[in-house]
C-alpha cells in the first residue's frame, strides 16, 4: 500500500498507523461499487483498493489471470479455484488487499511479495480460507491471487 508517500516496510514499522491506514482504506472500498476496475490507458486497470493489474502472463493481462482461478484447469496439477462467480473475484482480492490481516508480505528471491491473507471464511471451493496475493515487489502491482488453505 503506497499512500500518503509511505511503503509497506514504512507501515511495518508502525503498526497503529498501518491499521489505521488499513481501516480508512477498507471503508474507501466499500462505499465504492464493488469489482469495479478503472482502465488507466496504458494497458493496466486498478481496482478500488488501488491494485493494479498490468499485462502479462499466458492469459494476456493479470485480470484474465485472476479470473482464471474461478474455474478448473486440468493442465495444472495444482489449480485452485475462488467460490466466487467472476463478477465477484475483484472485489474479494480488494478485500484481502485492504484487510489488517495482510501482514507486510514476504520478499521472495524474484522479487515478488507474497502476502497470505486469512479471510476468516471458505473462500475457494476446496476449502481454502486465506487468499494468496502476489505483487511485484512492494508495489501494488498484482501478478496473480488464488485462495491457499
Request: proline share 3%.
Amino acid at each position: 500500500m503506497k499512500e500518503r508517500g509511505l511503503t509497506d516496510v514504512d507501515l511495518a514499522k508502525s503498526p497503529e498507523l498501518k491499521l489505521r491506514m488499513m481501516a480508512e482504506a477498507s471503508n474507501i472500498v466499500k462505499k465504492q461499487k464493488a469489482n469495479s476496475l478503472h482502465y488507466n490507458g496504458n494497458g493496466t486497470w486498478t481496482s478500488n483498493a488501488g491494485l493494479i493489474y498490468g499485462q502479462g502472463s499466458k492469459h494476456g493481462n493479470r485480470v484474465k489471470h485472476v479470473l482464471a482461478h474461478t474455474a478448473p484447469d486440468n493442465s495444472k496439477p495444482k489449480h485452485t479455484i475462488f467460490n466466487v462467480d467472476r463478477g465477484s473475484v475483484i472485489g474479494l482480492i480488494d478485500e484481502a488487499w485492504v484487510s489488517s490481516n495482510r501482514g507486510t508480505g514476504t520478499l521472495e528471491g524474484n522479487g515478488n511479495v507474497v502476502y497470505n491473507i486469512n479471510m476468516g471464511r471458505v473462500v475457494g471451493t476446496n476449502g481454502e480460507t486465506s487468499i494468496r496475493i502476489l505483487t511485484r515487489g512492494y508495489t501494488s502491482e498484482i501478478i496473480s491471487s488464488y485462495p491457499v488453505l
